[in-house]
């Protein structure tokens, strides 16, 4: 049976289309939809069981993966399968998470699943941009409860011009890569990096990529329609009792007030907040505990999140006493650990950042390896958050998802700054030490100062912040918080991060979470935001004012040096024996690159100290040296011989050359040592390559004055030759004078 097809196509308005299609594949899954974009296809799926989990939040699993087959390549690695995630197909994972949890129901507990799969690669498509749309639109055709339709767009600007979803190419040449979730209505997702750009800018990018967000969440309701919109599906609610909710708002709320008002420590409060939460507990006999006493913690929490938002929007108040634009105190250092190539500690209130700056060559790049991209990065930066941090202990389960995105976030805030000349590959590692409100900002903070510390020449230092905001639709009134704390993290209608410097913005991070934010408060959040980024930022330049003017002593240098294609070859030698020697005789780390526009060899030389960078620089300067002709160089006896003695360059160690016995003095010679001996150092003129030898030619005499009578010899008459000579020309064949009483040949005897 032929299946029926559903399809809707979305115009881009610059040619290009992308389809929405579904009723071909994976029909026993709930909802299936494949996107496509020129060659590119996205297979989307998504299940949700109808048991509702006996757990108190979404065990949502995003799942993006990108198939070597779909661009015709093999996976690597032995078994030639693909294993674990990339931490860029993690990354498309939490964006598409992100934007997808906030609108299933707060009491939707199902196993939830949606797997994204790239099948079809296209290199002028970057597929990442399209896995927001296709999770949306397959919910869309499921009977899942799912507030509505969603997006997600990459906007980019080139010479000037808003292009959504732009190729890898046009990417390039953007000042702004930014990846927008949003509904019809609501943005709900900002994450990219820009060139230091303004934060209306910004705010412009987001609007030019929701209007065509609108476009393809309008597509999706018109193919959930022809293929004929489920019911959604009933499922079992949480249990509510307005009664006991509005009991324990009226225990809980005065006492959090006052406690939040105090303006406290992380701990200091958490163990006045667990009192309250106590004694309200306290109240209740264990029979009524037992039947809802998950229902007395669910509204106590709530009547601590309104307390604590309402002391803000009424006073301009927080929990630990600051005012809603004041940072909490920080205090830095640079080169803290002695044997790091660059190190600093960054502290601000209760969070603390570790960071460490660490410089090799070329072959120490990041390699990437994404059916959809290959590549290097020579400036990368990863995140480490120990439960430690936090006071807890528990299981170490591998690098997560989150630290995954954070890292990457703190890399895209700083990589701008890194100049394009820097002859480095950049590694910096951030060990968060403590944590109470937004680390990754702090890991931009100390990556920063380390990289400074480490004399890489940054263009301009960067700071970044994290942002709250808290809104009362109803009343208007709305306070965004400067440096939020982790327990402001989870209160606010906005989390934001923004990284940048002096000039601009260079990173962001938003979770929008109240609908219909007005582009003026998003603005005014962004310049508030400014202001924190530059206290912050003249912290960091009180520290440490400009980077270091080269590396620590025992630090590599890094030297480079451009050599022709043809002497890559000598330079490496037969199985890589000269290049090994030299990398052992001198200790550096040489690695050598070929130029794909003009096939020069780039030679990378990395060492600790001046020594073994001298010495390899000297002898690729011999394995280039060209002698002039006509030329005089100073040459030193290497070696002693009948006719004549082996001399080496001065200005070229390991270039020799026969000084020929002749070309000694102009005095007849019959012993070499009788004009020179090993070691002499002395003047010789370099002639070129002889036509008769077909050798290099150089002369001793030549620069020497003539002796008073000197004659020279005539040329000899060889007889020989003069015999030779004479017959020359002459025609005997034909001739009758042969020898006729020679013997017939006979053949050898054999032993």
């Known amino acids: 049976m032929i299946p029926k097809v559903f399809r809707e196509v979305i115009d881009l308005g610059d040619g290009r289309t992308i389809s929405l299609e579904t009723g071909k594949l994976a029909k026993q899954a709930h909802g299936s939809v494949v996107v496509q974009m020129g060659k590119a296809m996205l297979l989307c799926t998504v299940v949700s069981n109808y048991k509702q989990s006996d757990v108190d939040f979404l065990p949502l699993t995003v799942d993006y993966r990108e198939k070597f087959a779909a661009a015709g390549r093999y996976p690597g690695g032995f078994f030639k399968r693909e294993a674990r995630p990339s931490d860029g197909e993690v990354l498309t994972m939490r964006l598409v998470d992100r934007v997808l949890r906030p609108l299933f129901p707060k009491d939707y507990h199902a196993e939830t699943q949606v797997m994204i799969q790239l099948m079809s690669h296209d290199e002028n498509v970057m597929p990442d941009a399209m896995a927001g749309l296709a999770a949306s639109a397959a919910i869309q055709l499921s009977d899942f409860p799912f507030e509505c339709p969603i997006s997600e767009a990459r906007v980019a600007r080139v010479d000037g011009e808003f292009v959504i979803n732009p190729t890898r190419a046009q990417l390039a040449e953007s000042d702004i890569d930014m990846m927008i979730g949003a509904s019809a209505d609501s943005v709900m997702m900002v994450e990219g990096e820009m060139d230091e750009i303004s934060e209306e800018e910004m705010a412009d990018a987001i609007k030019f990529a929701h209007e065509a967000i609108k476009v393809q969440c309008a597509a999706q309701v018109k193919l959930a329609e022809a293929f004929g919109k489920k019911e959604t599906r009933e499922y079992d609610p949480e249990r509510e009792d307005a009664e006991l909710a509005s009991k324990i708002h009226d225990m809980a709320y005065d006492k959090v007030y006052a406690i939040a008002k105090g303006g406290s420590s992380k701990k200091e409060r958490g163990m006045a907040f667990s009192e309250i939460k106590e004694e309200i507990k306290a109240t209740f006999s264990e029979e009524e505990l037992a039947d809802y006493g998950d229902l007395v913690s669910k509204y106590y929490a709530k009547a601590e999140k309104s307390a604590i938002r309402n002391l803000t929007l009424d006073e301009g108040l927080r929990l630990d006493g600051r005012k809603t634009d004041e940072i909490r105190p920080i205090w830095c250092e640079v080169d803290y650990l002695p044997s790091t190539h660059g190190s600093s500690v960054f502290t601000r209130g209760e969070t603390q950042a570790l960071a460490t700056v660490t410089l090799g060559t070329s072959r120490d790049a990041n390699k990437i390896d994404m059916p959809s991209y290959e590549g290097e990065e020579n400036f990368y930066l990863h995140y480490n958050f120990p439960p ?23 890399q895209r805030g700083l990589k701008g700054m890194i100049p394009d000349d820097c002859p480095y590959t950049v590694r910096v590692v951030s060990e ?11 890991t931009v903070c100390a990556g ?30 709305y306070a965004v918080l400067s440096d939020i704390l982790g327990d402001e993290d989870h209160l606010g209608d906005m989390d934001f991060k923004v990284t940048g410097t002096a000039e601009g913005i260079t990173a962001c991070q938003m979770d929008i979470k109240v609908k219909g934010l007005s582009y003026e408060i998003l603005v005014n959040a962004l310049k508030q935001a400014r202001e924190g980024r530059l206290h912050i930022l003249g912290k960091l330049t009180d520290t440490i004012a400009a980077p270091a003017e080269s590396v620590k002593d025992h630090a590599p240098t890094m030297v480079t040096r451009r050599i022709p294609n043809e002497f890559i070859g000598a330079l490496i030698g037969p199985g890589g024996k000269v290049i090994q020697e030299m990398q052992k005789e001198t200790e550096t780390t040489i690695v050598i690159n070929e130029d794909p526009v003009t096939e020069e060899g780039i030679v990378e030389i990395l060492g600790v100290g001046s020594t073994g960078i001298d010495t390899v620089m000297a002898k690729i300067d011999a394995l280039l040296f060209k002698p002039e002709v006509g030329s005089v160089y100073e040459v030193k006896v290497i070696k002693m011989l009948d006719f004549g003695a082996v001399v080496e360059y001065m200005d070229a160690p390991g270039n020799e050359v026969l000084l020929h016995v002749s070309e ?29 030898t077909r050798k290099e030619k150089v002369s001793r005499k030549a620069i020497l004055p ?46």
């Open 432 to 442: 968060v030490l403590e944590s109470n409100g937004s680390s990754s900002m702090a």
């Open 706 to 751: 003539k002796p008073e009578g000197y004659v020279a010899r005539p040329p000899r008459d060889d007889k020989r030759s003069g015999g030779r000579d004479n017959n020359r020309g002459r025609d005997n064949r034909g001739r009758d004078n042969r020898r006729d009483d020679r013997k017939p040949r006979q053949d050898k005897k054999e032993d």
């Open 388 to 410: 430690f941090c936090t006071g807890e202990a528990r299981p170490l389960r591998g690098t997560s998802r989150r630290e995954v995105g954070h890292g990457n976030l703190a």
């Open 448 to 477: 920063t100062m380390a990289l400074m510390d480490a004399g890489v020449q940054m263009t301009r230092p960067v700071s970044g912040i994290a942002m709250g905001l808290i809104s009362d639709a109803e009343s208007g009134k």
């Open 664 to 692: 000694l003095a102009w005095e007849r010679t019959e012993n070499v040592s009788d004009v020179v001996n090993m070691g002499d150092v002395f003047d010789v003129k370099y002639f070129g390559i002889d036509s008769r």
